[in-house]
């Protein structure tokens, strides 16, 4: 069974703060995701990380996919009142029994103070 | 419009009573896929289809059914609902590429009184 351990679960923070929300597992994964979810809507995705350490910006946002694919962060730059959500991570694995499924993290509930 | 849409949006039941969740979706995803989601816990995965004539279970099948009416209908049905089962429940549509990425519905708040 893969597990991906998401930390924290909690992130309460002013406005103008950086942040790193984490997901690490001692699988190997052929892509990770990076989702955001707001109250009342379902998990959006945000971005697609495939190759061992790879970087990618999405405006303040860093994602990056650990060098051996088992690990990956997400950083945020001046952190805004907009940002606020839930984040959550997910595994995905081209065979074996986990084909066609992902494995999601237990989620990171970001607070943006103003 | 939502690319995959869910009824009801909401809805409170009692212990015993059998309940539908209906999945739709204009993708043209072959696979489609039932969670539930609880706090600190993620998203959890109850069954899952690659086509109409494939269903699996996933990890917390148990108390659950389904069912793959077409290609862009799945339902999930809770046959004798219990209050361990008041979650959210998402429904999410894919195709088959090396990422699998999920497009999920807006949710169902599920109330088992």
């Known amino acids: 069974t893969q597990l991906l351990e998401q930390s924290p679960q909690f992130l309460s923070i002013q406005e103008g703060e950086n942040l790193t929300v984490y997901c690490n597992s001692s699988?190997?994964?052929?892509?990770l995701q990076w989702y955001r979810q707001e109250p009342g809507e379902g998990p959006v995705l945000l971005v697609t990380?495939?190759?061992?350490?790879e970087v990618k910006k999405l405006k303040r946002l860093t994602f990056q996919f650990g060098d051996a694919r088992k690990d990956s962060s997400l950083h945020i730059t001046a952190a805004q009142p907009g940002d606020t959500g839930l984040y959550l991570c997910?595994?995905?694995?081209?065979?074996?029994?986990?084909?066609?499924?992902?494995?999601f993290g237990q989620g990171t509930i970001l607070t943006v103070h103003p | 419009d939502a690319d995959v849409t869910q009824t009801p949006r909401n809805r409170i039941t009692k212990t015993g009573k059998r309940i539908m969740l209906e999945c739709s979706q204009t993708?043209?995803?072959?696979?489609m896929y039932w969670y539930r989601q609880d706090p600190g816990l993620g998203l959890r995965l109850i069954y899952y289809?690659?086509?109409?004539?494939?269903?699996n279970k996933g990890e917390i099948s148990d108390g659950y059914s389904v069912s793959r009416q077409a290609q862009a209908k799945f339902s999930l049905s809770l046959e004798s609902a219990i209050p361990n089962q008041t979650a959210l429940y998402f429904c999410?549509?894919?195709?088959?590429?090396?990422?699998?990425?999920?497009?999920f519905g807006p949710g169902t708040r599920l109330t088992v009184l």
């Open positions: 999410a549509t894919s195709v088959a590429t090396r990422t699998d990425t999920q497009y």
């Open positions: 699988s190997v994964f052929s892509s």
């Open positions: 990380v495939v190759t061992g350490g």
């Open positions: 997910a595994g995905a694995n081209a065979g074996g029994t986990s084909y066609g499924k992902l494995t």
């Open positions: 993708k043209g995803h072959d696979r």
């Open positions: 289809s690659f086509d109409v004539k494939d269903i």
